[in-house]
């Protein structure tokens, strides 16, 4: 039993090999495209085809694969290559500066849009690993012209050598995902006018499990122009996301109430379980509901980010009226329920 274990994760490791190496295959044929649109040459190669069935017939006789399993996964490659080379409408250059979640997230969608995806991180292992996942690439060395340099890292690991690692890109925008505008914002557009770079302040509205075709990702338009706006969002768009557009002031009203507010509650519900079960001496998981037990794992997440919540509290310019509020309503409650 404990060989079926091991050999089923041999194969799952195998297959995401697999997945990222295929969907490393369309970026280059999506590239090919791009080549062939600006020469005006057709999509379809059938003297490279040829030589593909050869080669694959080849390689899959020192691998010892019979040709009716080879052959057809090659056909299958060829028949969405070709249909991705002749749909791609824009395809845009793309970094993904930082090699976390919300990089691997936000990566694999601009990745499967068809856009040019590069990952830039400080840790070359982990931008490398990254690169394998998404099927992207690592950023060259060479002079590169990109479209949106998407910064993924943490307000803390943003400085100016973070910017340096992408000295070798030229145009287009940086565009950062905090969830607090206000002041990564200026230190953003400080950092992105020193290099040169236009800045576009995106968020994505959903968490780092949640990233799919149809969520939210707020544009905001403080001081850019209807232009540079109109282009972030059709590129977002492009990856299936919802672009919404709105003023800082109104991201951040935003926020009071979806995060500060959430994760006020949420941590004073999970400091005060462990402090009533430990004063009580209960062992409260043996008799709870499903339902508590949610809510508890979301408070635990948000605790175990603790300094995120923080960060964002103290920079949302609504904290304090929202930690007035939720005091009080707490104490609304408490009164009417029990004094
Ligand atoms: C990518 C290309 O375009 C098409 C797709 C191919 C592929 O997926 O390998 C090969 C030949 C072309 O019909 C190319 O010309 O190389």
């Not at 080669?55 to 040709?67: D, F, I, P, S, V």
């Not at 996942?133 to 479209?147: H, K, M």
């Not at 070798?168 to 565009?175: E, K, P, S, Y």
Request: glycine fraction near 6%; charge should be neutral.
């Amino acid at each position: 039993m404990e060989d079926l274990v091991e050999l089923r994760k041999e194969i799952d490791e195998v297959d995401a090999s697999i997945i990222g190496l295929v969907a490393k295959r369309f970026t280059i044929t999506n590239e090919i495209g791009n080549i062939k649109r600006a020469s005006g040459l057709n999509v379809h190669d059938p003297e490279r085809e040829a030589y593909l069935l050869k080669r694959w017939a080849g390689l899959g006789k020192k691998y010892g694969l019979e040709k009716d399993i080879s052959i057809p996964i090659l056909e299958h490659l060829l028949k969405f290559s070709k249909a991705k080379e002749a749909e791609q409408i824009d395809p845009k250059n793309i970094v993904v500066l930082g090699t976390g979640s919300m990089a691997a997230a936000l990566g694999m969608l601009a990745r499967s849009a068809g856009h040019n995806v590069y990952v830039k991180g400080r840790n070359r292992e982990k931008e490398k690993k990254l690169a394998e996942l998404i099927g992207a690439n690592v950023l060259p060395a060479r002079e590169i012209n990109t479209d949106y340099i998407i910064l993924c890292v943490p307000p803390t690991a943003f400085t100016k050598e973070t910017i340096k690692l992408v000295s070798n890109c030229h145009g287009g925008a940086l565009m950062d995902i905090s969830s607090s505008k206000t002041e990564y914002f200026k230190k953003a557009i400080k950092f992105a006018s020193e290099s040169g770079m236009k800045m576009i302040s995106t968020h994505p509205l959903f968490g780092l499990e949640d990233a799919k075709r149809g969520s939210g990702i707020a544009i905001i338009t403080d001081g850019k122009t209807a232009k540079d706006v109109e282009d972030a969002a059709s590129f977002w768009t492009s990856t299936g996301l919802v672009a919404i557009k709105m003023s800082m002031d109104e991201h951040e009203k935003a926020m009071a109430v979806s995060q500060v507010l959430r994760h006020a509650y949420a941590l004073g519900f999970y400091d005060s379980v462990s402090e009533l079960s430990n004063m009580l001496k209960v062992d409260y998981e043996k008799a709870c509901t499903a339902k508590f037990m949610q809510m508890l794992e979301n408070a635990k997440a948000i605790k175990s980010e603790e300094w995120v919540a923080a960060e964002i509290a103290k920079s949302n310019p609504y904290s304090k009226l929202v930690y007035e509020i939720a005091e009080r309503n707490l104490r609304k409650h408490a009164s009417s329920l029990i004094f």
